[in-house]
């Protein structure tokens, strides 16, 4: 799939943005602050109902607006489909789709698919684990959107849970008050097993093609494995992941249930559900040794490329029909990597049917992309070099 227009409205630095984009690879180069990430977190935002840059919608609104527009024009295959979204912070986001009546947005979700890395992936090797987790989740959401819908269940019920734990934690916990957190064990079990059973079955089928890209990118001299850390389950590591993401829905159900009735005591002490996937960890080893805290900065860079390199090879793997493939965004990639991974990454995403890529400098753009189209970026300005 590709995007031939991208119209933007009050997005960011963007009062009005008319683009149009060609498939294959296309460069967006301008000096740093100018506006090239914006064009491609909008076009992101298309695919995930979020930034991959900052968490609520806000920023994304330019200053002095009240609300922002992006306007796709996507193809796929022979098929043209137009979403117009519009963000409104503080109230539900609406999308058109091929001019129809608004919608939700997550009506949306399926429409066009993404790829990014940017420099805050690093954080999914060196941050905090909700990287780890979002990481996951937006990979299974993106392959089969429904899991969206369990994501937003299970954070819904997470909150409500979490108030009724810090009322009783002040005392009042009598019967009325445990009734309705039994019934709340109930939903945040159902959505969780879901979550959950996502992200396994999710981390099985992208880990043999991280283990690829990271081979591609590299000399190949160190392997890369994980282990999933639960807290309902021992820890689940390579070896027997595969089993794991077989596991039926009940499994989970039940596995998370049992958690619920051992750590009871201690939620209404604390105050807070010590139990689900919202507090569960993935941890990356390269050579068999945990990523975090031992691998070198250039092994940081690399790893964390194969796992947006991976998700897209999942993609690709889960359909190879034309028109199928994700469209992939590499933000202020090729400046971090030494000449040797720079020609290497070019190779493997030189034949993606759409590559849209930020630079500030020209001679960061390896060969092996070909001759891509050059758009240069200036403060709330676009256009194609000659």
């Known amino acids: 799939m590709y995007i031939d227009h991208l119209s933007l409205m009050d997005f960011r630095t963007y009062q009005l943005l008319n683009l149009p984009l060609n498939p294959g690879p296309t460069v967006f180069l301008g000096s740093n602050g100018v506006g090239k990430t914006n064009i491609v977190e909008a076009i992101d935002y298309t695919a995930n109902l979020g930034s991959h840059r900052v968490s609520n919608d806000a920023p994304l609104v330019r200053v002095g607006a009240s609300r922002a527009f992006i306007r796709t024009r996507v193809v796929r295959h022979t098929q043209q489909t137009i979403t117009e979204f519009e963000i409104a912070p503080g109230k539900s986001n609406r999308v058109r789709i091929n001019r129809a009546a608004p919608v939700r947005a997550r009506e949306a979700l399926g429409i066009v698919a993404t790829v990014?890395?940017?420099?805050?992936?690093?954080?999914?090797?060196?941050?905090?684990?909700?990287?780890?987790?979002?990481?996951?989740?937006?990979?299974?959401?993106?392959?089969?959107?429904a899991v969206a819908g369990y994501r937003a269940d299970y954070e819904r019920v997470l909150r409500q849970r979490n108030s009724l734990l810090k009322s009783m934690r002040r005392g009042r916990a009598g019967e009325d008050e445990l009734n309705t957190l039994r019934v709340w064990n109930d939903q945040l079990a159902n959505a969780g097993a879901h979550l959950m059973q996502a992200r396994l079955r999710v981390l099985a089928r992208v880990l043999p093609q991280i283990q690829r890209a990271y081979g591609e990118l590299t000399d190949g001299s160190k392997d890369v494995s994980m282990v999933y850390e639960s807290t309902i389950f021992p820890d689940i590591t390579a070896q027997v992941l595969d089993k794991a993401a077989l596991m039926e829905h009940r499994d989970f159900v039940a596995a998370m249930q049992a958690g619920f009735e051992a750590k009871q005591d201690e939620?209404?002490?604390?105050?807070?559900?010590?139990?689900?996937?919202?507090?569960?960890?993935?941890?990356?080893?390269?050579?068999?040794?945990?990523?975090?805290?031992?691998?070198?900065?250039?092994?940081?860079?690399?790893?964390?490329?194969?796992?947006?390199?991976?998700?897209?090879?999942?993609?690709?793997?889960?359909?190879?029909?034309?028109?199928?493939?994700?469209?992939?965004?590499?933000?202020?990639?090729?400046?971090?990597?030494?000449?040797t991974r720079r020609h290497r990454l070019g190779a493997i995403v030189a034949d993606a049917e759409q590559v849209l890529v930020t630079c500030a400098v020209a001679t960061d753009i390896p060969e092996e992309l070909g001759k891509p189209a050059m758009v240069r970026v200036s403060p709330g300005h676009t256009e194609y070099a000659e």
Request: hydrophobic fraction near 45%; glycine fraction near 8%; charge should be negative.
């Open 267 to 339: 939620e209404i002490d604390r105050g807070v559900t010590l139990v689900g996937p919202h507090r569960d960890e993935i941890v990356w080893h390269l050579g068999g040794i945990p990523a975090r805290g031992f691998a070198s900065h250039g092994e940081t860079w690399s790893l964390a490329l194969a796992l947006r390199l991976g998700s897209w090879y999942v993609h690709v793997s889960e359909d190879d029909s034309p028109g199928a493939s994700p469209i992939l965004i590499l933000d202020d990639v090729f400046a971090e990597l030494d000449a």
């Open 116 to 145: 990014v890395f940017s420099p805050e992936d690093l954080q999914l090797i060196k941050g905090e684990p909700a990287y780890r987790r979002r990481f996951l989740d937006d990979l299974a959401v993106s392959l089969r959107p």
